[in-house]
């Protein structure tokens, strides 16, 4: 038998057992350690397009680069040339001879055959129009005691052959108050012959035949009584028009069109060598026409300032653009239309066009004055003009990369979140580490300022100076070979909790082109190589 | 999970479980010392070649590993290094009638066995980064390390006295897999630009992680089944210099087949990282850095998917021979080996003391297994049918472990019945 001794010393052992049992339990803390890492996180390449976004970079026979971009300055579109109003005509079917008129059920009272001519605004004469969107609202007035049947026809609107045809019912009067309808036809299809009954223009014909109701009491229709419609053309955007546009005058600006290339530059001066602008001007409308484009400036959004185009020996003033030329014709109305073209050269010669572009326009101002058939009706009716056709300008610019720039500022804010990038916090100590090789003929001097979510400042982000140096030249003004460069972003632990709280990143990259005041040419191999590496001293285990 | 944080899960886990010898988890032993009885012990032990204490010991209890300690091991790197161990508790009854030739042996046990092989490099690469690798190639190759955890039921049968006075003895086991994890290199290397601008990873291995979604430390993680057998023949004779016997057993043959959650990832390729590609550095947004993580490196090094893996256990190969020479002294040597388990033949001597009726103090030194040269010391007290024994096969680890390799204790409570 067990004695008190035994069990206390049993007791004892067990507690050392179970002491051994939970040896590897005696862990108060995470096992942890410092590796010194470095590692590779990003490789890109700074390219021109970065600096002219929206461009095509072109190389020439010298290897040196030329960029070029398109912009669009005027663009006069067929609904601003031809603008049909709302225009409504009034029907009356009435009892007029004074007798009561006995209402049968299914009697037909009265037929109406009209022609209307419309008043077009600035001597327009309308042929012919297909629509491509827009109705007819036709609103009827019954004063009977019967229901009556409008059987509305408009026979110079046909769509696939078939006339544009609806029957209405119209409900009877009540205690003197008129029974009303109003529907909506839609247009869209539908061509419309405007010559009316021969050689009209602007000129429609419509029919309408009423009746009593097959389900309509016996009644009499008193004096003055009957049905009174009114349709209007609502809202009309034509497909194609034919006619005579008449002789107006059109005024577009002055305005002003924005102007992409240099949206990214915030602010310098890029002193361009040269540059090129060719003007070219497209009438795809069938009228002759007679412009003046003026007013041509640009202006740069960022640091106000205007550069007003100046030009000698430019017909800017007096462009005589004939019409475009339809192959398809009034009888296959598809749009196949060879625009009549102006082509206009700016360049150094002519115009300051290098200082036009060099001010580094976020804008460009401009204004457009038109005599549209300056000769007249010599068409005979026949102008024609397609929906999407337009009567425009463009500028196509050429611009050799052979420049100075002083202080030319890129710049940004954008959008960062690393608060869930746990590994940060792991990182005690060490550098991100930027190394540029440069062999563009500039340097670059980088600043970026963390931002919190007011975009108040979380203090910077790369070590002062943050310079990618300037290659040296030769001298013709190459580059010999790159210069390579490094930037720190140190990662202190000040900076890395920054960094988490940061929600926005704000950069400039300031750009200089050596040997200034010259201007330095930009050749096709040039590169800028960007290399981001970490070296960080990182705990393991946290 | 990245290769880093596996490599880093399985040394914890090596670290943390503890290894070796002590009763060199034979149960067996039990029963030849004591007969009929009932066993409560524990044990681990966990030894390297280069691996020094006090840095096993910031694994086993935590806490930062600094630049000294790291220094201390890294100086006793060598092309090839190991480090294993072992931690075993469990409970053993042998039964049996005195005057029958058949006694009987159930047992259940908690095992976790963890080694590893590894180059210096691999060491550094883990413990201190790559740094101090750049412009070099730091040669990852060869690296295995292997981690089970399973729970044992055993049951045995001991045929003692045949031919008059020799024993042999078989138990068979169940195993009930918790944890499995194996990570295996051919040739693998990593290079790092000397600017950093570039790592070549030449890889080819693999990697065996057993279910995880229980947690690698749960008991109740039911992750495989297994068998394993033991055998032990004890042979005693009487020589010149005293009564002798020799003990040979071989445990932990079998293996354990680990179910469909297991996950295999398999690379055997050479890839070069430069980082993310930005295409334009002033619109470098949120999803480049999210292409910075290394779990988008890791994906493109690695294969991986799910099946059923089995895997042997690392059998042991046990002989001792002991020579009473007086009724207070005797000598025991003895061999150890345990195959595909990175060890090598660990052998040893000691000298086993009566210093009282009730008290037994004995002195061991060995030199092989995990690790190199060691010194242990262990006492058994008997306090009437009681036997309480405590040691170690490793006691420098406990005197200077800054200056030395390998820790051990084990603990023993019998009851003779």
Redesign the interface.
């Given at each position: 038998m067990y004695t008190l001794k035994?069990i206390s010393?049993?007791s004892c052992?067990?507690v050392?057992?179970f002491c051994?049992?939970s040896?590897?339990s005696?862990?108060?803390?995470?096992?942890?350690?410092?590796?010194?890492?470095?590692?590779?996180?990003?490789?890109?390449n700074?390219?021109l397009?970065?600096l002219f976004p929206d461009t095509v970079i072109k190389t020439n026979s010298d290897s040196s680069l030329v960029i070029a971009f398109n912009t669009n300055l005027i663009n006069y579109q067929l609904d601003s040339l031809l603008k049909i109003p709302d225009t409504s005509v009034v029907t009356v079917s009435t009892n007029t001879i004074g007798i009561e008129i006995p209402l049968a059920p299914g009697r037909q009272l009265l037929t109406t055959n009209a022609s209307t001519t419309y008043n077009l605004p600035n001597g327009i004469q309308l042929r012919k129009a297909i629509v491509k969107q827009g109705k007819v609202r036709v609103s009827m007035y019954n004063s009977t005691r019967d229901t009556l049947v409008y059987l509305f026809q408009l026979p110079s609107a046909t769509k696939s052959g078939a006339v544009l045809s609806q029957t209405f019912t119209i409900p009877k009067s009540v205690s003197g108050m008129p029974g009303k309808l109003t529907a909506f036809l839609d247009l869209s299809g539908y061509t419309i012959d405007f010559t009316g009954s021969g050689n009209q223009v602007n000129t429609v014909i419509q029919t309408g035949t009423v009746s009593v109701s097959t389900i309509a009491h016996k009644d009499s229709m008193d004096l003055n009584q009957g049905l009174i419609d009114t349709f209007l053309f609502q809202s009309i955007v034509p497909q194609y028009a034919l006619g005579y546009f008449g002789n107006q005058s059109i005024t577009v600006g002055p305005d002003t069109t924005s102007f992409n290339v240099f949206n990214?530059i915030k602010k310098g001066i890029l002193n361009l060598n040269s540059a090129s602008v060719v003007l070219t001007v497209n009438n795809q409308f069938g009228v002759d026409m007679k412009a003046d484009i003026s007013n041509l400036s640009s202006i740069n959004t960022n640091n106000p300032s205007v550069v007003t185009l100046t030009y000698t020996g430019v017909p800017l003033g007096n462009l005589q653009v004939n019409q475009g030329i339809d192959h398809n014709g009034p009888n296959n109305p598809v749009v196949n239309v060879s625009p009549s073209t102006k082509t206009i050269t700016l360049n150094n010669n002519n115009s300051n066009v290098a200082a036009f572009i060099g001010n580094l326009p976020g804008r460009l101002s401009y204004k457009l004055t038109a005599q549209i058939n300056p000769f007249g009706n010599i068409s005979f009716n026949n102008d024609f003009g397609y929906y999407g056709t337009s009567f425009s300008a463009n500028l196509n610019m050429n611009v050799p990369l052979y420049f100075s720039a002083s202080n030319l500022m890129?710049a940004?804010t954008?959008?960062?979140?690393?608060s869930g990038?746990n590994?940060l916090q792991n990182i005690n100590k060490g550098n991100l580490?930027l190394?540029a090789t440069n062999s563009y003929p500039f340097s670059i001097n980088l600043t970026a300022t963390l931002l919190d979510a007011n975009k108040q400042s979380l203090g910077g982000l790369i070590t002062s100076p943050g310079l990618i140096q300037v290659p040296a030249l030769d001298a013709n003004g190459k580059v010999i070979s790159p210069q390579q460069s490094k930037l720190y972003i140190p990662l202190t632990s000040q900076k890395i909790s920054a960094l988490q709280r940061a929600t926005y990143v704000t950069?400039t990259?300031t750009f200089n082109t050596a040997n200034q005041p010259n201007q330095v040419k930009f050749y096709s191999n040039y590169t800028l190589g960007?290399?981001?590496?970490?070296?960080v001293n990182?705990t393991?285990?946290k | 999970m990245s290769c880093?944080r596996v490599l880093?899960t399985c040394l914890?886990s090596l670290v943390?479980?503890?290894v070796l010898k002590a009763q060199y988890n034979n149960d067996f032993l039990y029963y030849l010392k004591y007969g009929n009885s009932v066993n409560?012990h524990?044990e681990?032990e966990l030894n390297s070649t280069a691996v020094q204490n006090d840095l096993m010991n910031?694994?086993?209890?935590?806490?930062?590993?600094?630049?000294i300690t790291?220094t201390r091991t890294q100086n006793r790197l060598h092309e090839h290094n190991r480090i294993g161990g072992s931690?075993n508790?469990g409970a053993t009854v042998f039964l049996g009638s005195d005057k029958s030739k058949y006694h009987f042996a159930a047992g259940l046990k908690q095992v976790q066995m963890a080694n590893a092989s590894f180059s210096g490099d691999a060491f550094n690469l883990?413990?201190?980064?790559?740094?101090?690798y750049?412009g070099k190639t730091a040669d990852i190759s060869h690296t295995n390390i292997n981690n089970y955890q399973y729970q044992e039921m055993k049951l045995g049968l001991i045929w003692d006295n045949i031919d008059s006075t020799a024993k042999f003895g078989v138990s068979l086991s169940y195993l009930k897999g918790q944890t499995f994890d194996q990570i295996r290199t051919g040739a693998a290397s990593i290079y790092?630009?000397p600017?950093?601008?570039?790592?070549n990873f030449n890889m080819n291995g693999s990697l065996v992680m057993s279910d995880t979604s229980k947690g690698k430390n749960n008991l109740g993680a039911f992750n495989g089944n297994g068998m394993a057998a033991e055998f032990f023949a004890y042979i005693p004779y009487i020589s010149k210099l005293g009564n002798s016997s020799f003990f040979a057993s071989v445990n932990n043959l079998g293996f354990i087949r680990w179910n469909r959650n297991t996950v295999s990832y398999n690379t055997d390729t050479s890839y070069v990282?430069?980082?993310?590609?930005?295409?334009?550095?002033?619109?470098?947004?949120?999803s480049?850095?999210q292409n910075?993580?290394?779990d988008s490196l890791v994906k493109k090094l690695i294969k991986h998917g799910k099946g059923p893996v089995s895997s042997n256990l690392p059998m042991s190969l046990f002989m001792l021979h002991t020579i009473k020479f007086t009724q207070l002294f005797a000598l025991n040597t003895g061999f150890r080996y345990l195959f595909d388990a990175n060890y090598i033949p660990y052998l040893y001597a000691e000298g086993q003391f009566a210093v009282h009726k009730n008290f037994t103090a004995t002195a061991h030194v060995g030199y092989g297994g995990y690790g190199k040269l060691s010194e242990g010391l262990n006492v058994e007290y008997k306090?009437?049918t009681?036997y309480?024994r405590?040691g170690t096969n490793a006691i420098q680890g406990y005197i200077a472990p800054k200056h030395s390799l390998g820790q051990g204790?084990f603990?023993s409570?019998t009851k003779k019945i």
């Open positions: 035994n010393i049993t052992l067990l050392l057992t051994i049992l040896l590897t005696c862990k108060h803390e995470k096992t942890t350690w410092q590796d010194d890492l470095v590692a590779p996180l990003a490789t890109g700074l390219t397009g970065s990214s890129l940004d954008v959008s960062i979140n690393l990038v590994q580490i190394t950069y990259a960007l290399l981001l590496t970490a070296d990182y393991v285990g | 880093k880093l914890l943390s479980c503890l409560l524990a681990y910031k694994f086993i209890y935590g806490g930062n590993i600094d630049s790291k931690y508790t883990l413990m201190s980064g790559n740094k101090m750049e790092t630009a600017d950093a601008s570039q790592l990282y430069k980082g993310v590609t930005v295409n334009n550095i002033f619109q470098l947004n949120n480049s850095v910075l993580s290394k306090i009437k009681f309480v405590l204790l603990f409570l």
